[in-house]
């Protein structure tokens, strides 16, 4: 009788773990999540206008010539003298950043750039430095693409020197624009 009851109780066991793996085997639950994405129209940039920093005299000592970003007139330190009678053609650099209508977006400027003589030997430069970004309504960044384009201006420091070779000098320098 006890080899009886050790069976019994030993068959309950079992019999009683086995519902418990069956049940808790059989115990899930499903759904479903959405997937989305937005592709944005790529952002791209156009220069619409070139800097120029118009005619300059170069004095004894140099100086440096700014163009503002956005308005004013160009303004001079040391002996960078511009010719007020003829001042020539001054203006920032112009562009327009195009993308996907209604984002925000930066503008990144160079820290530093040249531009050679391209009337002499082409080994007269003179530095370009402390470059500086403008929205059209006269902010900085960043900016916002609504509807699809928005106009900025780019003006920097040109570093005449002291025995500046006179002629026409050119340049180029890099600006982009990013997504935030």
């Given at each position: 009788?006890?080899?009886?009851?050790?069976?019994?109780?030993?068959?309950?066991v079992l019999g009683?773990?086995?519902m418990a793996m069956a049940a808790g085997a059989g115990d899930t639950a499903t759904t479903s999540a959405t997937a989305t994405a937005t592709v944005?129209?790529?952002?791209?940039?156009?220069?619409?206008e070139g800097l120029a920093f118009g005619n300059i005299v170069?004095?004894?000592g140099g100086g440096t010539v700014t163009v503002?970003?956005?308005g004013g007139t160009p303004e001079r330190t040391g002996n960078a003298g511009l010719m007020p009678a003829n001042l020539g053609t001054v203006t920032a650099a112009e562009f327009t950043a195009t993308g996907q209508s209604g984002a925000a977006y930066s503008v990144t400027v160079p820290a530093s750039g040249?531009?050679?003589?391209?009337?002499?030997t082409g080994a007269e430069t003179?530095?370009?430095?402390?470059?500086?970004?403008?929205l059209a309504n006269g902010t900085t960044d960043p900016g916002n693409l609504t509807d699809g384009s928005e106009v900025f201006y780019v003006g920097a420091t040109l570093a005449v020197g002291a025995t500046q070779v006179a002629?026409?000098?050119?340049?180029?320098?890099?600006?982009?624009?990013?997504?935030?």
């Amino acid at each position: 009788m006890k080899k009886l009851t050790a069976l019994l109780a030993a068959g309950l066991v079992l019999g009683a773990s086995g519902m418990a793996m069956a049940a808790g085997a059989g115990d899930t639950a499903t759904t479903s999540a959405t997937a989305t994405a937005t592709v944005y129209t790529p952002i791209e940039i156009d220069n619409t206008e070139g800097l120029a920093f118009g005619n300059i005299v170069a004095a004894a000592g140099g100086g440096t010539v700014t163009v503002p970003a956005i308005g004013g007139t160009p303004e001079r330190t040391g002996n960078a003298g511009l010719m007020p009678a003829n001042l020539g053609t001054v203006t920032a650099a112009e562009f327009t950043a195009t993308g996907q209508s209604g984002a925000a977006y930066s503008v990144t400027v160079p820290a530093s750039g040249e531009v050679a003589n391209t009337t002499g030997t082409g080994a007269e430069t003179m530095v370009l430095s402390d470059f500086t970004s403008k929205l059209a309504n006269g902010t900085t960044d960043p900016g916002n693409l609504t509807d699809g384009s928005e106009v900025f201006y780019v003006g920097a420091t040109l570093a005449v020197g002291a025995t500046q070779v006179a002629g026409a000098y050119t340049g180029t320098f890099n600006v982009s624009v990013n997504y935030n």
